[in-house]
């Protein structure tokens, strides 16, 4: 599909006929027109405004101070726009309708990343994330918006979603309306303690999801949000999606590595709820990747158990090369049902 490696036989799922796989490059092109008022003059003109003037100032100082220039009172009050504030000044006809020109304007000046934090009690600390706010979610103030939660690898921070290349593959896909604008949210797992004893699953779905609705423009329901992440993030994001699946209905397991403490339990989580309960999975790996085989395995349990999935086996190995070539194919993935 599109010049890559098709899927292996071990996926019985829908193919990625809607994926593309080079990077966008469509440019957002605003036109400006310029009016100009032509004055003709003329020595009649002259005249006439000698015998005229007279009379209209007479009419001019017999007018009622109460009557005024229709002009004067047709100005439109400018819209004030904060970075986290859902209220304007501006009239609600203008608050439900941007222009063409605004929206033109905040599409060509992207989408912004935040750092943000919280107190958890389940951990104990500080939970920081990082999120990424759509183009124009400052100016389209009526809209709410579906969420991706994407965790990054072991030995590194959510800043590593940032450095394949995410920023740039949002708004670009965007402004090319390829993608429909969502937020992403990047959480920082600051101690990564062993999988079996970790707090940070139970962080993430008991205060972290319902802060983030809270405070931010979500379609706070199971089918407008959607968990992934590569390597460890990926490994956490099969974990908690599955064993959490009345609020995610998508899981990307980028380069899994499948925590062996969770061995006992994957049979459960194929068999408690009905197939159409199950959420999406796409499953991708390289072929150098040492840890083919664990992703391998579990796209085959999924085909045993009739779970929608995707899995794909692609070059290279288990780099952030590796994941910045896909990331274009994550994001259209997660977004194909919004």
């Not at 400006?32 to 032509?38: A, E, F, G, N, S």
């Not at 079996?196 to 706070?220: K, M």
């Not at 390597?231 to 899994?256: M, N, P, T």
Request: hydrophobic share 35%; proline share 8%; glycine share 4%.
């Amino acid at each position: 599909v599109g010049g890559l490696e098709p899927p292996t036989s071990a996926s019985q799922t829908r193919r990625a006929g809607r994926l593309r796989y080079t990077p966008a490059d469509k440019s957002i092109i605003r036109s400006m027109y310029k009016r100009q008022d032509v004055a003709v003059s003329s020595p009649v003109t002259f005249i006439m405004l000698f015998f005229l003037l007279p009379l209209t100032l007479h009419s001019a100082a017999c007018t009622p101070n109460n009557i005024s220039s229709t002009k004067e009172n047709d100005t439109i009050p400018a819209i004030s726009e904060s970075p986290k504030s859902t209220t304007t000044t501006a009239p609600s006809s203008l608050q439900d309708a941007p222009s063409p020109t605004s929206t033109l304007d905040c599409l060509a000046s992207g989408g912004k990343i935040l750092n943000d934090h919280f107190e958890s009690e389940l951990l104990g600390t500080i939970i920081e994330f990082m999120v990424y706010l759509p183009p124009c979610y400052h100016t389209n103030l009526q809209q709410d918006y579906p969420v991706v939660y994407l965790m990054h690898g072991l030995s590194y921070t959510n800043e590593q979603w940032l450095r394949i290349g995410l920023v740039d593959s949002m708004d670009s896909l965007i402004a090319e309306d390829s993608l429909p604008p969502f937020i992403i949210v990047l959480p920082y797992e600051s101690d990564p303690e062993p999988p079996q004893i970790s707090q940070f699953p139970d962080a993430l779905t008991q205060e972290l999801i319902p802060w983030v609705d809270a405070h931010y423009r979500t379609l706070a329901d199971k089918q407008h949000r959607a968990i992934g992440g590569v390597s460890r993030g990926a490994a956490w994001a099969v974990q908690i999606g599955f064993e959490h699946r009345e609020l995610f209905s998508a899981i990307g397991a980028h380069s899994l590595p499948l925590f062996q403490s969770d061995n006992g339990s994957i049979h459960l989580w194929l068999n408690q709820e009905p197939i159409e309960d199950q959420p999406r999975v796409f499953i991708d790996i390289g072929r150098n990747d040492q840890e083919w085989k664990s992703a391998q395995n579990f796209a085959n349990l999924l085909d045993a158990n009739h779970i929608p999935h995707e899995w794909y086996m692609f070059k290279n190995g288990h780099t952030e090369s590796y994941w910045s070539s896909h990331l274009e194919q994550y994001l259209l993935w997660y977004t194909q049902d919004w």
